[in-house]
């Protein structure tokens, strides 16, 4: 049976995009038609119709209004789907049998626009990733701003770098080579920890010789740096932009350029550190509050608010750049009258990058372009409000701060005040700004002043005084005379339609002036759209310029908001050094301290240098330790961001990396044990800590029997001790570990003081030098209300284990497993000595475990 014509062409462009859900526009409508409208029908939960599909049969179809297209394109993206848009490409009103349509755009979840739908504080990434030779290459962009950067990596533990630097970024989908089955499980992966689309692309995209001519011929400057893993970078940002043109089919004239970097350009915080430190998101829930990143945003733009998290994601390394930034918050903090000055104008200026994006791809409306004319119109108050700074970094913005006078005088002139939503209602251009608008709008409104002269000169000449004159699209303009009336109705009337309480009429001279001013309108409309379209295009020409504009407010925006936070949470500003040392006094937890309602938190000071290299913290549970030790990476890391500090004062010599493992958190997602994911996070510390590397361990071992555990955190130590010499804190409650100190000049012990009541304990969260002897895990499980049975029996047990070591071992005998233990016997000595000879650098992760296992069994005693 042949299909309808219009159902065999919707089958033809359907072919061509079998892995996408087809809108298919109708009229007003797009309409999804069999697997696609069952589909759509189910995760838009809208009503699932049918449609004549020629000879009888029915097809499946649901369809959405277009003008509300946009919601629902996000909500299919949300769930993993692509979804290409089809247009009517010519006038049904011109067009003799069915209609041309096209493929206009190809919506993914890494190229959606819609700033109405994206999360405003946070780019919507699309990533590339690819191998050439032994390198690994990324690259990103964001397709609505038009950032596009490319960096790679080399050498072992490339691959931890790449996925590191993909959980810093979090792309919405990812294009790889789809017969790369390494690089689509990297993606699969990660899809654990975040949503996004894997895109296999064909090899040939990613080929290194078109990727460069592509970006060569796309890009006003590419100056990739030397190296393999550049190359391999190359060959990932040539796929991005082979990708954009397929899906976007317009030129992506936004992007400015490529900006290469490496990731030790930064700030080295790998994936679990940042959990771990909950920068951006916290690690139970997504409440962004609770957030360093919360902590910090006061921004009041879109640019502002990614300006801040990308530099919260990416701290300086370099001092100087650090002390501009941080000079820059100190001016805003000194000048109260700017800070107060600069919100008034910030707060109104809409998402420039996102604006423009949607300029340069062609969809941008009257309503955009208005939003881009009114955020323009504040920039000469904010250049104004800068006049007095005396940070060289604000000096300097300001400069480069241009007001853009003439492109918001262009859109003054041009658009209407309020212009409709769509293109096509006219009302989109000002008066005065094209002489033939104006004069089409004249007889039009020259019309209708005619019609309401009629309207009186009709009633009095038939004498019906409720005579009126009304329009409908079907019959155009008529004159409606109510049933009562009828009799008074004269000859020259035409009856066009009867209702229940009325007729109405019309009359040849009333169809004439009707095409006049209907004539007249379509004319306008049609030339109004024109005009805009053209502007539209110029304004495109001016992206650069905007684009900076957009950057330096998204700068002053995010020094502001490091500012108005430093007032708000008393931070001081930090002075930095490069000589390793950590100086912290009266530090606070800048999340811990907000999140506290009735106590107040307890500042505590830090000291970390050559001397005081290595700070094992013990004490009871409960008592603050993780606090403390997450407090000092924290701070560091908020003051190589530019960032005042949670301290009274703080000297922060620059480090190259933040490491923290921390507790045991079960990984089940991944398939990997607990112990199995604490031991590739230790490992990984290993490999990569340096001298100037901060590290952050709080309770290694845990997650093995007791015996294991110490032993590895001990070797754990001594090998950061000997061999890398990295600042670390070191929470623990294996209190034998205290002897480092004895070994180690550098180990200093520490506890958390806590003042003992009768059975009662109170938490004093001050840090002090010593080592604790006792958890008081006992007390803890008594204010988390166990069973009161068995806190008495902990309690038994407890006193017997401490007073006499016969009794212990009776009730070891009779119990599970022994509580406490001696210091290294016969055969952990030997464990230690194998530990201490390994070369975990050379070792591949499957050795690593055969040998813990060797390990274990020697253990046990086997
Ligand atoms: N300096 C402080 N001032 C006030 N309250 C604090 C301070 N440090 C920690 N706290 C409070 O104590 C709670 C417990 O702290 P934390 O988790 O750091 O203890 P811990 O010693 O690591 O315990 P455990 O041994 O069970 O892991 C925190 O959630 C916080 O509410
Ligand atoms: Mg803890």
Not at 49 to 57: L, V
Not at 375 to 382: F, G, T
Not at 792 to 812: C, F, H, S
Request: with cysteine.
């Amino acid at each position: 049976m042949a299909d309808t014509p219009m159902v065999a062409q919707y089958k033809r462009i359907k072919a061509q995009h079998m892995d996408k859900i087809l809108f298919f526009r109708l009229g007003d409508f797009y309409e999804m038609f069999f697997e696609d409208a069952e589909i759509a029908a189910r995760e838009l939960e809208i009503t699932l119709t049918g449609r004549d599909a020629g000879k009888g049969k029915r097809m499946p179809m649901c369809g959405v209004p277009y003008h509300a297209a946009d919601s629902y394109i996000a909500r299919l993206l949300e769930k993993g789907y692509k979804v290409a848009i089809c247009e009517q490409v010519e006038d049904p009103k011109t067009s003799t049998g069915l209609v041309k349509r096209e493929v206009t755009r190809i919506v993914t979840p890494g190229t959606f626009l819609d700033p109405q739908v994206l999360e405003a504080k946070k780019n919507n990434y699309l990533a590339a990733v690819a191998q050439y030779g032994t390198s690994l290459g990324m690259a990103i962009i964001d397709a609505g701003t038009g950032d596009f950067k490319v960096t790679g990596f080399n050498g072992p533990g490339q691959v931890e770098a790449l996925r590191s630097e993909m959980l810093r970024l979090q792309p919405a989908e990812c294009l790889y080579p789809q017969d790369d089955t390494e690089l689509q499980q990297l993606i699969k992966e990660l899809q654990q920890f975040f949503p996004v689309l894997p895109s296999p692309r064909r090899e040939g995209e990613f080929s290194l010789p078109t990727s460069l001519t592509l970006l060569e011929r796309e890009l006003a400057s590419v100056n990739l740096p030397e190296g393999e893993e550049f190359q391999a970078g190359a060959c990932a940002a040539g796929a991005i932009l082979f990708y954009l043109r397929e899906t976007q089919k317009v030129d992506p004239i936004h992007i400015k350029g490529l900006e290469a970097y490496r990731v030790s350009d930064y700030m080295v915080i790998d994936g679990t550190s940042r959990r771990n430190l909950e920068l951006t998101r916290s690690l139970r829930g997504d409440k962004t509050r609770a957030t360093l990143l919360g902590v910090l945003d006061y921004t009041f733009t879109a640019m502002g608010g990614r300006t801040l998290r990308q530099w919260v994601e990416q701290p300086l390394l370099n001092k100087e750049r650090i002390e501009e930034r941080l000079e820059a918050v100190e001016d805003f903090v000194a000048d109260s009258a700017l800070r107060t000055s600069l919100p008034d104008s910030l707060k109104d200026i809409y998402d420039l990058e996102r604006l423009m994006g949607k300029v340069v791809y062609q969809t941008a409306t009257a309503r955009d372009l208005l939003a881009l004319k009114r955020s323009l119109a504040l920039l000469p108050a904010i250049k104004e409000a800068l006049a007095g700074v005396q940070a060289s970094r604000l000096a300097a913005l300001r400069e480069a701060l241009d007001p853009c006078t003439d492109l918001w005088q262009l859109l003054e002139d041009a658009l209407n005040e309020d212009p409709p939503a769509g293109l096509r209602e006219g009302n989109l251009i000002k008066t005065g700004y094209h002489q033939e608008v104006d004069r089409l709008r004249t007889m039009a409104q020259k019309g209708r002043k005619w019609l309401a002269e009629l309207e009186v000169r009709e009633r009095e000449r038939t004498g019906i005084k409720n005579l009126k004159i009304g329009y409908n699209k079907v019959f155009g303009y008529y004159l409606e005379v109510t049933k009562s009336n009828l009799d008074a109705v004269p000859q020259d009337y035409i009856r066009k339609q009867t209702l229940v309480n009325a007729e109405r009429f019309i009359t040849p001279e009333l169809k004439e002036w009707e095409a006049e001013i209907t004539g007249a309108q379509d004319r306008c409309i049609e030339l109004e759209y024109q005009l805009f379209l053209e502007l539209r295009q110029r304004v495109a020409g001016e992206i650069e310029r905007v684009q900076r504009v957009a950057k330096i407010i998204g700068e002053i925006d995010s020094l502001l908001s490091l500012a108005l936070a430093a007032i708000k949470n008393r931070y001081n500003k930090p002075v930095l050094t490069t000589d390793n040392r950590i100086i912290i006094q009266g530090g606070r937890h800048p999340v811990v301290e907000q999140m506290l309602t009735d106590t107040p938190f307890v500042p505590n000071d830090t000291l970390l240098d050559s001397q005081n290299q290595f700070l094992l913290i013990t004490g009871p549970n409960m008592a603050g330790k993780s606090t403390y030790i997450r407090q000092v990476a924290l701070i560091v890391l908020m003051a190589q961001m530019g960032s005042f500090v949670p301290a009274k004062a703080a000297e922060i010599g620059v480090v190259d990396r933040i490491f923290t493992r921390v507790g045991a958190a079960d990984d089940l997602a991944s398939g990997q044990s607990t112990f199995m994911v604490e031991m590739n996070e230790v490992g990984n510390i290993l490999r990569n800590a340096t001298g100037n590397s901060l590290v952050i361990l709080d309770e290694i071992g845990r997650g093995t029997s007791t015996y294991d555990g110490l032993a590895i955190a001990r070797a754990v130590a001594e090998y950061i001790l000997e061999k890398l010499g990295a600042k670390t804190l070191f929470a623990t409650h294996y209190h034998e570990l205290t002897t480092l100190a004895n070994d180690y000049q550098q180990v200093k012990n520490y506890t958390i003081a806590v003042e003992e009541q009768g059975k009662d304990i109170i938490f004093l969260r001050k840090i002090i030098p010593g080592a604790s002897d006792r958890s008081y895990g006992v007390h803890v499980a008594r204010l988390a209300r166990l069973p009161e049975a068995v806190i008495r029996r902990a309690e038994e047990i407890l006193t017997l284990l401490e007073g006499d070591q016969d009794t212990a071992e009776e009730i070891a005998s009779s119990g599970p497993e022994p509580v406490q233990l001696d210091l290294f016997s016969f055969q952990e000595r030997e464990v230690l000595a194998a530990i201490q000879n390994l070369d975990p650098l050379n070792m591949t992760p499957l050795e690593a475990l055969q040998v813990l296992v060797v390990l274990q069994s020697l253990l046990k005693g086997e």
